[in-house]
């Protein structure tokens, strides 16, 4: 009976590990995408754009997905359709209109919103909670991303609400929802098979208004390979790991996490661009990695004394 306990520990503790790891490294990749998209959409349209990146996603997946067994009820398939239409058709067209329309940099700190949102979403419908030391340790995340987001300068344009910082706030809304359903979804469907499902269907759905409003299709051949690792790395592979860490961490702790795809979109800012960290941001990294260490350190003392 011990040993079967000891298993069962040492199964949780790499479970958290995994879900840990998995929203970290979906956070890095999330990160590169305003930088790698924003060129493109001076001359590709939001909602194409869209299109094809997650249609690529969903092709990736599909000869995974086709080697799961999940039983798909008629009630998860509306819930599966529900976030294709809000997260991989609505949601991907505001956000690189948005981009489009505002500076890559406050696009990248603007997508802290979907953190917010998820966060909010699964506390006040979804009912998720945490322990008062979890809810400490999210508040020094949130607190980073304020820091990480304003600077202290509420004179820059990032608070500014133009039209593309609008639609950008809109999509993180939108994103915050889906993560939840997603959530429900992954109880019973794998996770692959959702992604598959999902990205088909919403990439399907922005193609055909593509064709049916008749938008030209301009695409550089230069654009092709950076396409194809948005789509790939930046939304396939990022969400699979994303939907992995909210099935084994939840979505408080896997949001929260996410939320430093803004470090990574300034450390990708000061490598390839040269920008300059403040010092604020640097304090404000420096919470959210204390924040991030309160959590996990606090999760698995947690699992133990459950055990």
């Known amino acids: 009976m011990q040993g079967l306990k000891l298993i069962d520990r040492r199964m949780t503790d790499s479970n958290v590990v995994i879900g840990y790891v998995s929203a970290i490294v979906a956070a890095l990749l999330f990160g590169s995408v305003s930088t790698i998209a924003k060129p493109m959409l001076s001359t590709i349209e939001p909602i194409i754009l869209s299109s094809i990146i997650y249609l690529i996603a969903g092709v990736i997946f599909t000869p995974i997905a086709s080697k799961t067994r999940s ?10 359709i529900t976030s294709a239409v809000a997260g991989a058709a609505i949601a991907p067209v505001m956000f690189f209109l948005g981009l489009k329309l505002s500076s890559a940099a406050d696009t990248a700190l603007l997508t802290n919103g979907e953190t917010v949102f998820s966060i909010l979403f699964a506390l006040l419908i979804f009912k998720e909670r945490l322990t008062p030391i979890g809810y400490l340790a999210v508040t020094l995340i949130l607190f980073g991303v304020f820091l990480v987001t304003s600077n202290l300068n509420f004179d820059s ?37 959702l992604i598959q499902l999902k990205a088909l ?15 030209p299709i301009n695409i550089q051949s230069v654009q092709l390979i950076p396409i194809v690792v948005l789509g790939v790395f930046g939304f396939a592979i990022s969400l699979y790991l994303y939907l992995h860490s909210i099935k084994r961490i939840g979505v408080i702790k896997a949001s929260s996490l996410l939320s430093l795809s803004a470090v990574f979109g300034l450390v990708f800012a ?7 960290l403040s010092i604020n941001q640097l304090i404000a990294i420096l919470i ?6 309160l959590m996990y350190s606090h999760e698995k003392k947690d699992e133990i004394m459950l055990k």
């Open 270 to 276: 000061i490598l390839f661009l040269h920008e300059v």
């Open 288 to 293: 959210m990695i204390g924040g991030i260490h």
């Open 201 to 215: 269907i919403g990439g399907s759905i922005l193609l055909g208004t593509v064709v049916i409003l008749g938008i």
């Open 71 to 80: 039983k798909i009820t008629r009630r998860y398939y509306s819930l599966i």
């Open 157 to 193: 344009p990032v608070f500014t609400l133009n039209i593309g910082n609008v639609f950008v706030i809109a999509s993180t809304i939108i994103w915050g929802f889906d993560n939840n359903i997603s959530k429900i979804i992954a109880r019973q469907v794998d996770v692959s098979k």
